[in-house]
Every structure is written in C-alpha cells, then in structure tokens.
C-alpha cells in the first residue's frame, strides 16, 4: 500500500477520533499501516472497532453490529456511534 493510502485512512479516522469525546465517546487508533479505531462508551460498556475503506465513490466507515456512513461525514458517524454504543446492553 501506498503511503497515501496509508494516510489518508489516518487522516479519516482520526477526525471521526477528534469528534468522538463531545459524544461521551472514547477512542484509541490501533495498529500501524492497517489502523482501525477502537470506540469505547464508558457508560454502557460497549465497544467496537472502525475501519475506513475506500468505496466505489469516496471513503467509508464501517463497524459491527452493521453500521456504515460515509467518511466525509465525520459527525453522522459520532452520532450513529453514540447510538448504538449507547442503547446496547454491555457485552
């Protein structure tokens, strides 16, 4: 992989990691050139990994149970990250 692949993966992530703490959100990126975020809700207990993927028109972000948004809209991903980390019983 290219350094500028590498890059802006980084560069996605970490502005969905900026926006996360507003949302009661914790986050530490995670691995090197294949980082993932890892999103943490203190409350609830409940984490997931994000992973940032390029997609037929843009970037992506994806993370389990099934959620995705684009990666040019940082602040819907926070949100739908609160959501789901947020109204799930801990695991």
Known sequence: ???AYIGERRG???ALAELLPAYGLVSRMVGDDHAV???WQPQSGRQTLVFATPAHRGWLFLWSPGGQCRADD???AAQAL???LESA???
């Open 89 to 91: 019983e801990p695991g």
């Open 74 to 76: 940082p602040d819907r």
């Open 82 to 84: 609160q959501a789901v």
């Open 1 to 3: 992989m290219t350094s």
């Open 37 to 39: 975020l890892w999103v």
């Open 12 to 14: 996605h992530l970490q």
